[in-house]
């Protein structure tokens, strides 16, 4: 049972722990207008977060899901990548919300002693504000950008880095999210994860990537990690 291995438990945070595409599509379509290109609805936006902000801007950029990297100047792109990043800070927590049932399972998670810390690709500028906007920060242990190490996800090299900084080994950290990025890193190191169903997977098979457990509600963790615990799902 993962209660009786698990000490920490490493978090994604966009798609797994909140909601921030309505942002994110404040500031892409900010973006958009500065360089008169076309602006994307929240469905587009939706479907291409998860890769970090550079992929994000480069699929607004040449408004596909797989852009090519060499179809744009890389002069334009830093300055659009700038300009949105300057914009997403303008934006940042007007209509992001934390899914349903997260707040009162970190809160569970931490009370019964697990470490908690949140992994993520988003630029590390921007987490200490949203979280505190948010009222999240007093719950995590370690809080790791995309920028924090010289890799990101689904480079392992964030959860073995950040499992170390904890003191906790592989085989006592959880990995928890919502894209092939967050359990992919987590195979490659031999760490265990749980995959949510309700973020920004853009339709890939999650199971692909061994996970414990697939779930598509976020405090169903309860019943994995504080089994003595009964989640209430209400009927449709």
């Known amino acids: 049972m993962l209660q009786d291995s698990i000490k920490t438990v490493h978090f994604d945070l966009d798609g797994t722990l909140i909601d921030s595409v309505p942002d994110l599509t404040l500031a892409v379509a900010d973006m958009c207008r500065r360089f008169g290109l076309q602006v994307y609805d929240e469905a587009d936006i939706r479907r291409w977060v998860g890769n970090g902000s550079e992929m994000l801007v480069r699929r607004a950029l040449c408004g596909c899901d797989r852009p090519d990297t060499s179809a744009v100047d890389a002069s334009f792109f830093a300055q659009a990548h700038a300009y949105f990043l300057d914009a997403y800070d303008k934006h940042l927590c007007e209509a992001t919300r934390p899914f349903e049932g997260v707040l009162d399972t970190l809160e569970s998670l931490k009370k019964a002693g697990y470490k908690l810390s949140i992994i993520t690709n988003k630029p590390t ?7 505190k906007r948010l009222r999240m920060e007093e719950y995590f242990d370690a809080v790791v950008g995309g920028d924090s190490y010289a890799t990101k996800k689904p480079d392992p090299l964030p959860l073995i880095e950040t499992s170390k900084r904890l003191g906790v080994l592989i085989d006592e950290a959880l ?5 092939r990025n ?3 890193a987590a195979q490659r190191c031999g760490m265990r994860s749980i995959g949510v169903t309700y973020g920004y997977s853009q339709g890939i ?3 692909t990537y061994a996970p414990v457990a697939l779930i598509d509600r976020f405090d169903t963790l309860r019943t994995f990690l504080l089994p003595k615990e009964r989640v209430c799902i209400p009927l449709p």
């Open 125 to 131: 500028r921007f987490l200490p504000s949203l979280l």
């Open 205 to 207: 098979d999650l199971s």
């Open 175 to 179: 990995m928890v999210g919502d894209s």
């Open 182 to 184: 967050d359990l992919l």
